[in-house]
C-alpha cells in the first residue's frame, strides 16, 4: 500500500511502483463495493493514460490467491492499464497475505526492472 500510496504521488521521483497485496481492493474477503478504477490514484492515472504511460514505466500488482478481497480489482486494474497501453503486470500465487506470496512477486517483478529500463532507454 505505501508504494502505491508514495511512488503514485510522486511521478517525478518514481517510474516504477511494485505494489505486493496493498493499494488495490480490500484486505477482508470480499473486494470494496465501488469499482477500484473509480477511486485514487487509479481514476487519475487511467484518465490520461498517455500521460501516464509517459511517467510510468512498470506496474506490477500482485497478490496472493486466497486474498479475495484484492484478487478481482487487482486483476481488472493491470487489465485496464494493459488495454490503455501502460506496462502494467499482474501476478497471483497460492497464499493469502504471507511473506511466501510476496517472496514469488519479487522474484518474479525485480527482473522486469531490468527489462522495463533496457527497452525504454
Known amino acids: 500500500m505505501q508504494a502505491i500510496s508514495v511512488g503514485l504521488s510522486h511521478p517525478e521521483l518514481f517510474h516504477y511502483v ?3 497485496s496493498g ?5 477482508g ?9 473509480a477511486q485514487s ?3 487519475e492515472l487511467l484518465a ?3 500521460v501516464t504511460k509517459k511517467r510510468l514505466k ?6 496472493g490467491q486466497q486474498e479475495t478481497g484484492m484478487l ?7 487489465k485496464l492499464f494493459k488495454e490503455k497501453g501502460v506496462n502494467a503486470q499482474w501476478a497471483d500465487h497460492p497464499g493469502g497475505h ?19 529500463r533496457t527497452s525504454s532507454d
Open 18 to 20: 511494485l505494489a505486493y
Open 41 to 43: 490514484p487509479w481514476k
Open 23 to 27: 493499494g488495490f481492493g480490500g484486505m
Open 48 to 50: 490520461d493514460p498517455a
Open 72 to 78: 478481482p480489482p487487482g486483476q481488472r486494474l493491470a
Open 58 to 63: 512498470l506496474l506490477f500488482l500482485g497478490c
Open 29 to 37: 474477503p470480499t473486494a470494496t463495493a465501488t469499482d477500484v478504477e
Open 98 to 116: 504471507v511473506f511466501s506470496v510476496w517472496r514469488k512477486h519479487l522474484n518474479e517483478s525485480v527482473p522486469m526492472l531490468f527489462r522495463a
